[in-house]
């Protein structure tokens, strides 16, 4: 079955930093967009990046220059630096596995991180 086991969360302060990881098992990994999303107590669960299978990023505007996502196709994992880190980002991080090609099926989540920033 389709598995997406993030990892590496936790308390960090203000301006100091994580990486989360997200290991998938299940799909043809190289067939798939990866991306980070968070939800917040109250909140509604929002994008904070993706990567396409040819590396092409893309970043929500409140981690712009702050985060970086990459992928390693030979590991199956996909990584999320978080640095400058603000109270405002703390949530609970999902990992998600997007098809690019329809036939695949659906897109896939993972069971979720926490990160907590002190304030």
């Known amino acids: 079955q389709v598995r997406l086991v993030e990892s590496g969360g936790g308390l960090g302060p203000p301006g100091g930093s994580l990486r989360l990881s997200c290991a998938a098992s299940g799909i043809i990994f190289s067939f798939y967009a990866m991306g980070w999303y968070r939800q917040a107590p109250g909140k509604e669960r929002e994008l904070v990046a993706t990567?396409?299978?040819?590396?092409?990023?893309n970043y929500a505007d409140s981690v712009k220059d702050r985060f970086t996502i990459s992928r390693d196709n030979i590991k199956n994992t996909v990584y999320l630096q978080m640095d400058s880190l603000k109270p405002e980002d703390a949530a609970v991080y999902y990992c998600?596995?997007?098809?690019?090609?329809?036939?695949?099926?659906?897109?896939?989540w993972g069971q979720g991180t926490q990160v907590a920033v002190s304030s």
């Open positions: 990567i396409t299978t040819d590396t092409t990023t």
């Open positions: 998600n596995a997007h098809p690019l090609m329809k036939y695949l099926g659906p897109d896939y």
